[in-house]
């Protein structure tokens, strides 16, 4: 199994290592819920360096990127970061991704860590005559993740910028220990937040200069456990969940970011257009009536125990001390209110609810 630079600091701090994908990652070191709730209410930090690094550079950079992705950085300046999906010619997405513009020439996308090889090898793939080259150098980086209503105060004082000035979705380039960095105002918690990302070499220094001084702070090493029950609060798709080869973007509420009238053709845009036109289901959130877990692929029916769609994430909701869910249903049935859940062959009733579950203002 693959490891981050930050395995030996994992098993220091008792991480309970589990297979993610192929990587030797922590899925807790305390407990999940001292860890959620560590992040909801301090901060918490997290080591995501088996995220992808795939870099796009060249004259023709953003007019290939804007062919590749459905949304769109012709208008955004430098320095911002767009949420994007990839998707091959049928409208389905081949991964979600971050695209960090540094300028018209220069990309940065940062997929995920299950994608990295395929997503690297797609772009070869689509690259056609545009002047450009592309480089997976994701083995070069380590990324860490500071996330809570305390990350601002942290994390500010280790750069030689103003961290608290950055705004949400947008990067910086600096320095962390003298050592360059990119500093984003960006995370997968939906809380306030931020990202650094590093040279592998300078990883361990930097995570445990963040540890140290967050002990002030009430900071917590958190693994992949709170970060799923968390993004899941927040109503973030995970591909392979809310998106994958049977269920389109339309389907999972990401309409937004596709952009079907920008000024350049996209891979996939007619099957998307045609998605919209006919759109039969829907991405929705519920609330159980107990503290069962839904867990994916749960059947979900309606009142008479039809079935009208599945549970496509589910997790135990320690904010709202609820169990909470995301699914997808037959739209027709958008509106119903109430539903049935089989789980383990017994029926539990749940609530359609709007996304997100919890609240927060970034």
Not at 149 to 165: H, M
């Amino acid at each position: 199994m693959k490891r981050t630079p930050l395995y030996e600091e994992h098993i220091r701090n008792n991480g309970r290592m589990i297979e993610f994908f192929g990587w030797e990652l922590p899925v807790y070191y305390s407990s999940i819920k001292e860890e959620a709730m560590a992040i909801r209410q301090k901060v918490g930090l997290f080591d995501v360096s088996h995220m992808g690094e795939i870099f796009v550079t060249g004259e023709d950079a953003e007019e290939f990127i804007n062919y590749i992705i459905t949304n769109s950085t012709f208008q955004k300046e430098d320095h911002s970061i767009v949420y994007s999906l990839m998707c091959d010619k049928k409208g389905f997405a081949v991964d979600d991704l971050l695209v960090y513009k540094f300028n018209k020439k220069h990309f940065l996308l940062v997929v995920n860590a299950s994608n990295a090889d395929k997503d690297h090898k797609w772009l070869l793939e689509n690259r056609k005559d545009f002047n450009i080259d592309i480089q997976n150098r994701s083995k070069e980086y380590a990324l860490i993740a500071v996330q809570g209503p305390r990350s601002i105060e942290l994390i500010n004082g280790f750069f030689p910028i103003d961290v608290a000035a950055l705004k949400y979705y947008w990067f910086a380039e600096s320095t962390f220990n003298d050592n360059d960095c990119l500093i984003s105002r960006t995370g997968y918690t939906g809380e306030q937040g931020f990202e650094l990302l590093i040279h592998r070499d300078h990883a361990v220094r930097a995570w445990n200069a963040l540890l140290d001084k967050g002990k002030n702070h009430g900071i917590l090493p958190c693994g992949l456990g709170a970060r799923d029950l968390l993004r899941i609060e927040v109503g973030f798709p995970l591909y392979g969940h809310e998106l994958n080869e049977k269920i389109n973007p339309i389907e999972a509420n990401l309409g937004w970011v596709i952009k079907l009238d920008k000024e350049c053709d996209f891979i996939g845009k007619e099957n998307l257009k045609e998605f919209k036109e006919k759109l039969s289901r829907k991405r929705i959130g519920f609330i159980m009536d107990r503290s069962k877990i839904a867990r994916e692929d749960s059947v979900i029916m309606d009142q008479e125990e039809h079935r009208i769609g599945s549970v496509t994430s589910g997790t135990f909701s320690f904010c709202l001390k609820r169990s909470i869910g995301m699914g997808i249903i037959e739209k027709k049935y958008i509106d119903i209110g109430k539903l049935k859940i089989n789980i383990g062959e017994k029926i539990f009733t749940a609530e359609i609810t709007h996304l997100p579950f919890v609240k927060i203002k970034n």
